[in-house]
């Protein structure tokens, strides 16, 4: 039996009694502030391990925050591992469209590393979007990389995502639907559009798992629906998946894990076959058994896989 919540009609509910409350509203959850473009914004952010050790940084996929990641704090008996909700997503503060533009993500990582590390360079570990997001990154700031782990990204070159385009679900019904009623029409309602994205996520992408009708249940706390409403209008131009994300890359040496599972559409095959060849310093780990969302689906697993590389790539 599936394990998502049904969008319902809930009748005369206060929306916010549907979604957990952000640290706007919440001050008993962990916070920090950073500035982007000049504009403060409060975010969800969570630390475990020594600060002084180095700093391995987990970025949530889009739609999503910190909780299916925080197996990661395993890892802490030998890093300060940092853990946040991006602005507008998750428990961090919700912000109008115009500050969810694709380009200032890096701005966001940079602020985020900036508080946690000073100026020490950090491992950052994305998962799908924010994987892609990680590279954009890289190419600004990649005296800041002491390596990167890309849980199955999308294809990073402009060029191969015409052959290598993947369905995302975002012409099905429910999906149009959030959009027109609750975006393109209208004021935001971020407590609305966040509960309705919870029912579509759950499912995924059918193409992403090894059962497409038993997907593994995705333990969030609250979805950032703008957000991902947003990126997704980017990276889809016209319809079609179309966005340079290693613009500026060039050579880099920075160690690189490009992460993949063996059921996923874009898993581990296909990120040696697409991504690989962008990274001198790149290789592939492999999780058999899982899809994208591996680190719920076999979390030991994924958590050693990471660990094993950090020993080896990672000075």
């Not at 890093?79 to 946040?84: A, F, G, S």
């Not at 340079?244 to 050579?251: A, I, K, M, R, V």
Request: with cysteine.
């Amino acid at each position: 039996m599936h394990r998502w919540t049904p969008l319902l009609a809930i009748g005369c509910l206060d929306p916010s009694s549907l979604v957990p409350a952000t640290v706007v509203d919440d001050p008993t959850l962990p916070s920090a502030d950073i500035v982007v473009n000049g504009v403060s914004r409060k975010i969800h952010l969570r630390e475990f391990g020594d600060p002084d050790a180095p700093t391995l940084l987990v970025m949530p996929g889009a739609a999503c925050d910190v909780v299916p990641y925080l197996v990661l704090s395993e890892l802490s008996d030998a890093w300060h591992v940092v853990l946040w909700d991006p602005r507008g997503n998750g428990l961090s503060e919700r912000v109008p469209a115009e500050e969810l533009a694709w380009v200032d993500v890096p701005l966001e990582i940079e602020a985020v590393r900036q508080l946690v590390a000073g100026d020490r360079p950090v491992v950052v570990v994305g998962h799908s979007w924010s994987a892609a997001m990680l590279v954009t990154w890289l190419a600004r700031f990649r005296e800041h990389a002491a390596g990167l782990v890309l849980i199955e990204p999308p294809a990073l070159r402009q060029e191969d995502q015409e052959a290598y385009a993947i369905p995302v679900g975002v012409l099905s019904d429910p999906y149009l639907d959030l959009t027109w009623s609750n975006w393109s029409v209208g004021p935001v309602d971020h407590d609305w559009m966040d509960f309705k994205m919870t029912g579509i996520l759950q499912p995924g992408v059918p193409t992403f798992h090894c059962d497409p009708d038993d997907p593994p249940f995705w333990p969030i706390a609250r979805p950032g629906a703008l957000a991902s409403l947003v990126w997704e209008d980017t990276v889809f131009a016209g319809g079609r998946f179309d966005y340079p994300f290693d613009e500026g890359l060039g050579e880099t040496d920075v160690p690189v894990l490009l992460l993949g599972s063996g059921c996923s559409v874009i898993g581990a095959d296909f990120q040696e076959e697409v991504n690989l060849s962008l990274f001198a310093r790149g290789e592939v780990g492999r999780i058999d058994g899982v899809g994208h969302r591996m680190m719920v689906e076999r979390p030991d697993a994924f958590v050693d896989t990471v660990r094993a590389w950090l020993e080896r790539a990672v000075p």
